[in-house]
């Protein structure tokens, strides 16, 4: 029953799924960050569309339009981008950067599969590393009025839209239906070897700007950065979904403070009156007047408003845009952990419940042992169809 569950077609989880927002790769930071303050969602599409005849010829063989999707862009990628010595000093410059340039090199985190395609096969490429399965959106509404009801900004070719399957949503999806997989869910993490002890750590009272590189690479295996102590014991986090709910400002906060501040900083309460202050000094004392400036009508135009990350979960994204344009998120700095025996069922509704990509491992004396990420979780699921098959192939050999 468990294989047959996950091979039923990814379109079964695209149902309800809102069409993609898009933006070309070609189009500039200034853009993708007017687009993801205007969306209110915490990234965006980014999309290569090239009509040149040789092009054209192999779209139609492959019966494609010459559109593909080549990534994402979120405010964390703007914010890591911006917190670079050299865009502080020239945000103006750093702005009509491309955005094709913030994207990371190599393997993509974004693939195409067809709406039949099996869910075992979205899972085989998640824990390849691959963050978002795009896929079409096939209704029965005809394409005037799909064109019509269309965002602007959605990805739309030929009568096609597009939506996305997170890890996040594939986790949910086989939660929902825990029992076909009995009696696995009840085993303990430790037992079934899916913590991963190679996690990035910063101390609190280390620079922030330290961990940049740290905090990217985060961000694009949709993990997070664990603050610890002396001692090596959790603190809290700094997470990439946590930093995608900010905005740029928090640029000048990884430049300018700790770990541990930075984590107040971006937490959902916003940035303490104290912390502003002590970014905008320590600006002045690297003459990085400019940013000081953007700091400044960037929380001016949000003082008439609510905090800058009140909690809100009224969209799939888990956030909401206030009249500044500012985000609003359920999620905090504050580390979500469990224990090497707690069981895989209860570790994916936590994840679940706070919107955590990782759960934090802890021994009884607090000390960081490890994290359960969506991949390790899925890589059980997975392992569940290679026991069942192991037996098929070996009754074939052996006839």
Same mark, same amino acid.
């Given at each position: 029953?468990?294989?047959?569950? @996950?091979?039923?077609?990814?379109?079964?989880?695209? @149902?309800?799924?809102?069409?993609?927002?898009?933006?070309?790769?070609?189009?500039?930071? !200034?853009?993708?960050?007017?687009?993801?303050?205007?969306?209110?969602?915490?990234?965006?599409?980014?999309?290569?569309?090239?009509?040149?005849?040789?092009? @054209?010829?192999?779209?139609?063989?492959?019966?494609?339009?010459?559109?593909?999707?080549?990534?994402?862009?979120?405010?964390?990628?703007?914010?890591?981008?911006?917190?670079?010595?050299?865009?502080?000093?020239?945000?103006?410059?750093?702005?009509?950067?491309?955005?094709?340039?913030?994207?990371?090199?190599?393997?993509?985190?974004?693939?195409?599969?067809?709406?039949?395609?099996?869910?075992?096969?979205?899972?085989?490429?998640?824990?390849?590393?691959?963050?978002?399965?795009?896929?079409?959106? #096939?209704?029965?509404?005809?394409?005037?009025?799909?064109?019509?009801?269309?965002?602007?900004?959605?990805?739309?070719?030929?009568?096609?839209?597009?939506?996305?399957?997170?890890?996040?949503?594939?986790?949910?999806?086989?939660?929902?239906?825990?029992?076909?997989?009995?009696?696995?869910?009840?085993?303990?993490?430790?037992?079934?070897?899916?913590?991963?002890?190679?996690?990035?750590?910063?101390? #609190?009272?280390?620079?922030?700007?330290?961990?940049?590189?740290?905090?990217?690479?985060?961000?694009?295996?949709?993990?997070?950065?664990?603050?610890?102590?002396?001692?090596?014991?959790?603190?809290?986090?700094?997470?990439?979904?946590?930093?995608? #709910?900010?905005?740029?400002?928090?640029?000048?906060?990884?430049?300018?403070?700790?770990?541990?501040?930075?984590?107040?900083?971006?937490?959902?309460?916003?940035?303490?009156?104290?912390?502003?202050?002590?970014?905008?000094?320590?600006?002045?004392?690297?003459?990085?007047?400019?940013?000081?400036?953007?700091?400044?009508?960037?929380?001016?135009?949000?003082?008439?408003?609510?905090?800058?990350?009140?909690?809100?979960?009224?969209?799939?994204?888990?956030?909401?845009?206030?009249?500044?344009?500012?985000?609003?998120?359920?999620?905090?700095?504050?580390?979500?952990?469990?224990?090497?025996?707690?069981?895989?069922?209860?570790?994916?509704?936590?994840?679940?419940?706070?919107?955590?990509?990782?759960?934090?491992?802890?021994?009884?004396?607090?000390?960081?042992?490890? !994290?359960?990420?969506?991949?390790?979780? @899925?890589?059980?699921?997975?392992?569940?169809?290679?026991?069942?098959?192991?037996?098929?192939?070996?009754?074939?050999?052996?006839?």
């Amino acid at each position: 029953m468990a294989v047959r569950f @996950l091979n039923r077609d990814v379109s079964d989880l695209c @149902l309800g799924k809102p069409a993609l927002r898009s933006i070309p790769e070609n189009a500039t930071v !200034a853009e993708a960050l007017l687009l993801l303050k205007r969306s209110g969602e915490t990234h965006v599409s980014v999309w290569n569309c090239d009509h040149s005849s040789s092009v @054209l010829e192999k779209a139609k063989a492959d019966d494609d339009d010459g559109c593909h999707c080549v990534g994402k862009i979120s405010m964390v990628d703007v914010i890591c981008f911006l917190s670079k010595q050299e865009n502080l000093i020239d945000s103006s410059k750093a702005f009509e950067v491309p955005i094709s340039k913030l994207l990371p090199k190599g393997d993509s985190i974004v693939r195409h599969l067809e709406p039949n395609s099996s869910l075992l096969e979205a899972i085989d490429y998640m824990i390849e590393g691959t963050q978002n399965a795009v896929i079409p959106i #096939y209704n029965y509404a005809s394409t005037d009025s799909r064109r019509k009801s269309s965002s602007p900004r959605s990805t739309h070719h030929n009568g096609v839209e597009y939506c996305w399957l997170t890890q996040e949503d594939v986790a949910r999806f086989l939660l929902n239906s825990i029992g076909v997989f009995s009696p696995m869910p009840t085993f303990s993490i430790e037992s079934l070897n899916i913590i991963d002890h190679n996690i990035m750590t910063v101390g #609190y009272h280390d620079p922030a700007i330290s961990a940049l590189d740290s905090i990217k690479l985060a961000n694009i295996e949709q993990t997070a950065l664990a603050v610890v102590d002396n001692d090596n014991k959790l603190i809290g986090e700094i997470s990439a979904s946590t930093l995608a #709910y900010c905005d740029e400002d928090a640029a000048a906060a990884i430049m300018t403070l700790s770990a541990g501040d930075l984590m107040a900083y971006i937490d959902y309460g916003g940035p303490p009156e104290d912390l502003v202050g002590l970014v905008k000094m320590r600006l002045q004392e690297k003459k990085l007047g400019l940013m000081t400036k953007l700091m400044e009508e960037e929380f001016s135009v949000s003082s008439s408003s609510s905090s800058a990350c009140s909690c809100s979960s009224d969209d799939e994204s888990g956030s909401s845009r206030n009249g500044s344009g500012r985000y609003s998120s359920s999620r905090r700095s504050e580390a979500i952990t469990c224990y090497p025996g707690s069981s895989l069922a209860a570790v994916l509704i936590q994840a679940l419940a706070h919107r955590a990509s990782s759960v934090w491992v802890i021994d009884e004396d607090h000390n960081l042992v490890g !994290a359960v990420s969506f991949k390790g979780i @899925l890589k059980v699921f997975r392992s569940i169809a290679n026991a069942r098959l192991k037996p098929e192939t070996e009754n074939l050999s052996t006839q």
